[in-house]
């Protein structure tokens, strides 16, 4: 059993940066790659970025790509992300997943465990 907890969410303006955080406890977290989705609202959720097991590979939806680094310190039991250049179809709900699979996952069925989200809006 893995539990996540987000932190780090808010109001900012377009154009401006916001870093989340999402701590694990419970078992070894090297062991997990792990990944964010969103859900704004009326939509699915959906795919942000994902990061291996050991931090060396990621992948980002296109939508974020170029503006969001993903990054994860198993020392510390962390991963976060970083989100620069926000703009207003940024906001959502951002969840922090954790996978048992190897490499990265963009699929959700891929993730078993789930934090319970934070609320990230951005004003035009």
């Known amino acids: 059993q893995v539990q996540l907890v987000e932190s780090g969410g808010g109001l900012v303006q377009a154009g401006g940066s916001l870093r989340l955080s999402c701590a694990a406890s419970?078992?070894?977290?090297?062991?997990?790659?792990m990944g964010w989705f969103r859900q704004a609202p009326g939509k699915e959720r959906e795919f942000v970025a994902a990061?291996?097991?050991?931090?060396?590979?990621?992948y980002y939806a296109d939508s974020v790509k170029g503006r969001f680094t993903i990054s994860k310190d198993n020392a510390k039991n962390m991963m976060y992300l970083q989100m620069n250049s926000l703009k207003p179809e940024d906001t959502a709900v951002y969840y922090c997943?954790?996978?048992?699979?190897?490499?990265?996952?963009?699929?959700?069925?891929?993730?078993?465990?789930w934090g319970q989200g934070t609320q990230v809006s951005v004003s035009s």
């Open positions: 419970g078992r070894t977290f090297s062991n997990y790659a």
């Open positions: 990061i291996s097991r050991t931090g060396g590979s990621t």
């Open positions: 997943a954790a996978s048992e699979a190897m490499g990265v996952r963009t699929s959700q069925i891929a993730y078993k465990y």
